[in-house]
T-cell receptor, first 112, second 110 residues
Framework: AQSVSQHNHHVILSEAASLELGCNYS??????LFWYVQYPGQHLQLLLK??????LVKGIKGFEAEFIKSKFSFNLRKPSVQWSDTAEYFC??????????FGKGNQVVVIP | NAGVTQTPKFRVLKTGQSMTLLCAQD?????MYWYRQDPGMGLRLIHY???????AKGEVPDGYNVSRLKKQNFLLGLESAAPSQTSVYFC?????????FGPGTRLTVL
């Protein structure tokens, strides 16, 4: 089954800084990839997903992610973060029976 | 359309007590899942179901049981709670590969 690794578990940055979170999955073939966000005290919400087609995926709240097949990566980016982007971000890859394998998450803190 | 709901929202148990967490979805999804979330561990799959009357083990099934008697409900049971089961539990349902999450249940086992 696929697995996911996320790096830099804790990220602290100032408002207006750019954010990039790395995500690598374990092996090739057809992959379905997701980024979820969890705001403090809330449940996970879908930011964006990649199933096929354009490898640059646009999501909600100005986030985007790029699927690079040769690098087994699906990195999340936002050009200019806001205080309200403080949250935990999870990358996930789909396995059989629509199961998702999640990474350990990135805790992002944006300082006003 | 409530999506995925979970009851209760919070619970404190003593070691050895039992309880059942209820997950309900009104989206007519076939697939449902139970996860636990612990700091620094991400989400780990406990059990899942691919349809009414079916269940299967996930990554961390020990100490938990599940039932899916009705399509819209997925129950997670702890027969004899242990402090290691202190966690936040999330239920999800799935359609076309995307999972939709409930608000979570925060469980503390003393």
């Amino acid at each position: 089954a696929q697995s996911v690794s996320q790096h830099n578990h804790h990220v602290i940055l100032s408002e207006a800084a750019s954010l990039e979170l790395g995500c690598n999955y374990s092996y090739g073939g057809t992959v379905n990839l997701f980024w979820y966000v969890q705001y403090p005290g809330q449940h996970l919400q879908l930011l964006l997903k990649y199933f096929s087609g354009d490898p640059l995926v646009k999501g909600i709240k100005g986030f985007e992610a790029e699927f690079i097949k040769s690098k087994f990566s699906f990195n999340l980016r936002k050009p200019s973060v806001q205080w309200s982007d403080t949250a935990e971000y999870f990358c996930a890859v789909k396995n059989g029976n629509n199961r998702l394998a999640f990474g350990k998450g990135n805790q992002v803190v944006v300082i006003p | 359309n409530a999506g995925v709901t979970q009851t209760p929202k919070f619970r404190v148990l003593k070691t050895g007590q039992s309880m059942t967490l209820l997950c309900a979805q009104d989206m007519n999804h076939e697939y449902m899942y139970w996860y636990r979330q612990d700091p620094g561990m991400g989400l780990r799959l406990i059990h899942y179901s691919v349809g009414e009357g079916t269940t299967a083990k996930g990554e961390v099934p020990d100490g938990y049981n599940v039932s899916r008697l009705k399509k819209q409900n997925f129950l997670l049971g702890l027969e004899s709670a242990a402090p290691s089961q202190t966690s936040v539990y999330f239920c999800a349902s799935s359609y076309a590969g995307e999972q939709f999450f409930g608000p979570g249940t925060r469980l503390t086992v003393l």
